[in-house]
């Protein structure tokens, strides 16, 4: 018989809010979204991330429900977990959860039950900025909406969207930065990454998820209960209908040789190869899957979203354009199913990064999969003669 070793990551499960906006008559963490709460399926995605030492934050009177919701998720990792009771604030709560935390914990993660569906890879993508050196992380997505400043029912202003993102959870930080934020902290702050900011520690983001949305109200609840509707086992003819909903779309773009700075074709740069010419930086892939990923959702092309009359988007890169077409995309009840794209030029040669390019594409995509093929064209064509770069890619999306 050996024994596990003590795990160096807690995470805070704050499971203590009324949910009044909601009106479910209890809880909300207690709310049924199937038939399971929103507590256990937050549970569900936090035991399918890196092995942690993991505290639900319950509200007075219902810790016996939080400790049975706690066993069915926790299995046999039922000795990793326990239920501290909560304080009258979001802020009082996390600090009964932080005096739960084992001596050898390292990072914490603080992560709202109400965002019941996020996946285990946004809690994967905290830890991994966490271990590269971040003192805090949040996970965010971009705003997509025309945001506007005003003042009673009359606009004062628009508001620049490209520098605002909207905080998700899990958040997390290193241990001693968030107990020592927390015993400095003189007031009430919405979030941990505010109330760490606050005390002078910088905070960095990563890729959120749409699916990471905070059910709040009664249709954020029934947007729960229709996503996971979706992916529950469902008879033949409803998965026929599903299969019927998915949408594909084509894209192509061109380059010529010719433009100033690095290559960079296809995600990453590829130094000492000639650039191309564009109103960006002439990042032909990434072009095309936006050409495609837009055809599938209907949304216009390239041109509608990113003409030459975009200033921010001068020299951008294949990640800027990627990241917004999936945030347009989830704006309008989608997400990336996947996509493939085929590079036709004479060079750079593909194959030796064709993996690393396979990646960039992926991560900008929030994970979605996406392959890389390359053609010569057999020296046909103004690409088989070295003038350019041409790309022609295929997409799927489906209904979120």
């Known amino acids: 018989m ?13 499971a203590a809010g009324s949910g009044t906006r909601l009106s479910a008559g209890a809880p909300k963490a207690f709310v049924g979204i199937d038939r399971h709460t929103m507590l256990r399926h937050a549970l569900a995605g936090v035991f399918a991330a890196t092995r942690a030492q993991v505290i639900v934050v319950a509200p007075a009177g219902r810790e016996g429900d939080a400790l ?11 000795d990793e977990a326990s239920v501290v009771v909560g304080g009258s604030t979001r802020q009082e709560s996390v600090a009964a959860g932080l005096r739960g935390v084992w001596p050898d914990v390292e990072i914490v993660l603080v992560h709202d039950a109400a965002r019941a569906l996020t996946p285990a890879v946004v809690f994967d993508r905290v830890l991994g900025a966490l271990d590269a050196g971040a003192s805090g992380v949040v996970p965010v997505l971009p705003v997509v909406d025309t945001i506007k400043r ?21 958040q ?33 983001t990563v890729a959120g998820d749409p699916a990471a949305f905070k059910i709040t109200t009664p249709a954020d609840l029934e947007r729960a209960r229709a996503l996971l509707g979706d992916d529950a086992v469902v008879p033949p003819a409803r998965s026929r209908s599903r299969r019927a909903s998915a949408r594909v779309g084509v894209g192509t773009d061109v380059h010529a040789f010719g433009g100033e ?4 074709p296809a995600g990453p740069p590829w130094p000492g190869e000639p650039a191309l010419a ?36 001068v020299g951008a890169h294949a990640a800027a354009f990627l990241e917004r077409t999936r945030a347009l995309l989830n704006a309008a009840g989608f997400d990336v199913g996947n996509v493939s794209v085929q590079i036709q030029s004479a060079r750079p040669k593909l194959a030796p990064r064709r993996a690393e390019a396979e990646a960039a594409l992926s991560a900008a995509l929030g994970g979605a999969p996406v392959a890389v093929s390359a053609t010569t064209t057999d020296g046909l064509g103004f690409t088989g003669r070295g003038e350019g770069v041409a790309a022609t890619a295929v997409a799927l999306v489906y209904p979120i």
């Open 68 to 78: 049975t919701e706690v066993r069915e998720a926790a299995g046999d990792r039922i």
């Open 278 to 313: 564009g109103h960006s930086a002439g990042a032909a892939v990434a072009h095309a899957i936006v050409d495609a990923l837009l055809a599938a959702a209907g949304l216009g092309d390239i041109g509608t979203h990113f003409g030459t009359d975009r200033p921010e988007y």
């Open 261 to 264: 700075g690095e290559l960079w």
């Open 2 to 14: 050996s024994i596990a070793p003590v795990p160096r990551i807690a995470i805070i499960v704050v």
């Open 172 to 204: 997390g930080f290193r241990r001693d930065v968030l107990e020592t934020a927390y015993r400095v902290a003189d007031q009430d702050f919405t979030d941990d990454a505010a109330l760490v900011a606050a005390a002078g520690h910088p905070v960095v």
């Open 150 to 170: 005003v003042d009673g029912d009359v606009v004062v202003e628009g508001v620049d969207r490209s520098e605002l993102a909207a905080a998700q959870t899990p």
